[in-house]
């Protein structure tokens, strides 16, 4: 049976020596949302290749209602998210096309 990807195994993967930023420490730092379906091995690899935060988002999902779902997202700076983004997509459309 597999195994669910939960946000305390992205935790637990990640150790990092800083602290969690205090919210008033969040202005430059930017949430990629990960979406639903997502393949944990793509999650744990954008986690580790570009050092971002897994932090978990509550947000409306209009799937055929509109639900409230506690979602996977992935916090750093512009920069790095945009890569990571990128990386994302990039990942995403060769697992859909194999």
């Not at 597999?2 to 949430?31: A, F, G, I, V, W």
Request: aromatic share 6%; hydrophobic share 35%; proline share 5%.
């Amino acid at each position: 049976m597999t195994r669910k990807l939960t946000l305390e195994d992205l935790e637990r993967s990640k150790t990092k020596k800083e602290n969690k930023p205090e919210e008033q420490d969040l202005t430059d730092l930017y949430d990629l949302i990960i979406p639903p379906g997502t393949p944990s091995y793509i999650i744990y690899d954008l986690v580790e290749e570009f050092d971002l935060e897994p932090v978990e988002r509550k947000i409306n999902v209009k799937i055929v209602d509109t639900d409230e779902r506690e979602l996977i997202a992935l916090r750093g700076t512009l920069e790095v998210v945009q890569a990571a983004e990128k990386f994302l997509h990039e990942e995403l459309q060769a697992w859909i096309e194999s």
